[in-house]
């Protein structure tokens, strides 16, 4: 039954963060290639998370592959903020447990600030 769980649950991986996504604007010219920074959103913090494969691991209540939401914000206060800003755009590993976080280089760090901020105002 354990392997049964954990085949469905590194299936369920393996699909929320297979999602092809795009990661830069790249312009050719006649010589290089110039990578764009990702466009900022006027998305709200839990609008972006909904665009993103992020409920595939994460959700609000309960732990799922990676913390809640409301883990996190009991474990970070605003001063983490850049730093969580650039575990969601570079991804991570080993603070919650073996699985890693896929980043999500097509975040800019204006967005991933904005997510953030909707993750921490999750506080129990």
């Known amino acids: ?3 049964i769980f954990l085949a469905g649950a590194l299936g369920l991986l ?3 963060c297979s999602k092809k996504e795009n990661t830069a604007d790249v312009a ?9 920074e990702p466009a900022k959103s006027n998305l709200s913090g839990d609008q972006i998370i909904e665009t993103l494969d992020c ?7 309960e732990r799922m592959i990676g913390p809640s939401y409301q883990e996190i914000a009991g474990r970070y206060s605003e001063k983490d903020m850049d ?11 080993g603070v919650w447990g073996g ?9 800019s760090k204006e967005d991933a600030k904005k997510m953030v901020e909707y993750i921490l105002s999750q506080k129990k």
């Open 99 to 107: 699985v890693p976080m896929a980043a999500h280089p097509q975040v």
């Open 14 to 16: 393996i699909f929320s």
């Open 83 to 93: 730093m969580l800003a650039s575990k969601i755009i570079e991804g991570g590993s």
């Open 55 to 61: 409920s595939g691991c994460h959700s609000v209540t």
């Open 28 to 36: 050719a010219s006649s010589e290089t290639a110039v990578v764009s």
């Open 1 to 3: 039954m354990k392997n």
